[in-house]
């Protein structure tokens, strides 16, 4: 019995799940587009640099790679851009993605496995699995990514739902699971001990085991969590690890509540590090569980842990961070 409540389109091989699909594509494509004019900028102010030669090698290098890699998904997505769309296109300043795209990052955490990225994995999923009770038949992670802590619970439920609003995180899912890896960079042009350090090359891939359990028990898909495609009461439990940072939960709790059965779990696990400018709706960790407690929820469990997240052994701006986790009960 399916739990989705309206049809997807599908671009590339990944099923989007948004109504005003044109605009979408449109508005994202213009994002990596811009992503790669920097990475444009960048090559050519390196190009021209006379000392240091064999440093700025490293970082022609790794942003020509990335260069590449992004116009690859800019050429598999442009058969489905609408150009009058891609016209009308008009970002805010902030929306243009640096030095790095988030899905590096978490690429490099999920599926390179490196020891900082699997203890953080370890850690944090150890923690959750401890306190979900047993019988759980589905869950959906809003926010999910590049997918490995997805994964990380198919031995739980017998299926899981994974969405993300970026279409390239899903679509770099996808990648992998076509093809044996993937190759990037994450170039560091400071706070960095060696020339060793400036640009790693990067490897991920997901084991023949992960994609057989993948086809089995995860369906990735794109949404908008204000828009989530889903019957009423029709998750077990869902999960936000890692994205209640990016919206104001007065604007999502709603969109989500409705999706939770009776009896149902919500499990946050993230820093409450916001990504938005309204310091009203930068709730403390104490005010975030107070919030679902007026609203009909119960909190079994509220613990800290500590977590290297997203760190990268290459540069010296490494701090850890303390994640706040709770397991609530829809009651």
């Not at 690429?107 to 490196?114: K, P, T």
């Not at 992998?176 to 991920?204: D, G, I, M, R, W």
């Not at 939770?260 to 696990?269: D, L, R, S, T, V």
Request: hydrophobic share 35%; charged share 25%.
């Amino acid at each position: 019995m399916t739990v989705y409540n309206k049809n997807f389109s599908e671009v590339d091989g990944v099923k989007i799940f948004i109504e005003n699909i044109n605009v979408y594509l449109a508005e994202y494509y213009t994002l990596l587009f811009n992503h790669n004019k920097y990475n444009e900028l960048k090559l050519q102010k390196y190009l021209s640099q006379q000392n240091r030669k064999e440093y700025f090698d490293c970082l022609i290098e790794a942003y020509l790679h990335n260069y590449n890699n992004v116009r690859e998904t800019l050429l598999r997505i442009k058969p489905y851009i609408d150009v009058d769309e891609l016209l009308s296109v008009k970002l805010n300043r902030g929306d243009v993605v640096n030095t790095t795209l988030k899905d590096y990052l978490y690429l490099q955490r999920d599926w390179c496995y490196y020891d900082a990225g699997e203890k953080q994995i370890e850690s944090s999923v150890k923690l959750i699995k401890h306190f979900l009770p047993s019988g759980l038949q589905n869950a959906l992670f809003i926010g999910c990514g590049e997918g490995r802590l997805a994964l990380e619970f198919a031995d739980v439920f017998d299926k899981i739902y994974a969405t993300d609003k970026s279409l390239s995180m899903i679509w770099h899912i996808n990648k992998l699971l076509s093809e044996k890896n993937f190759e990037f960079y994450t170039p560091q042009e400071k706070n960095v001990y060696s020339l060793e350090n400036v640009a790693q090359k990067h490897s991920a891939f997901i084991t023949e085991e992960q994609k057989k359990t993948i086809n089995e028990k995860v369906d990735f898909f794109v949404s908008d969590v204000l828009d989530l495609p889903l019957k009423e009461e029709s998750m077990d439990v869902i999960f936000s690890i890692y994205f209640t940072d990016v919206i104001a939960l007065k604007l999502w709790f709603n969109k989500i509540n409705d999706k939770i059965k009776k009896e149902g779990y919500f499990i946050h696990f993230g820093p409450l590090d916001y990504f938005f400018s309204d310091e009203s709706e930068m709730l403390t960790a104490v005010e975030f569980k107070d919030f679902f407690e007026k609203n009909g929820y119960e909190t079994i469990t509220d613990q800290v842990l500590e977590t290297s997240h997203l760190n990268d052994s290459n540069s010296f701006s490494y701090k850890p961070e303390f994640d706040c986790k709770y397991v609530i009960k829809h009651l």
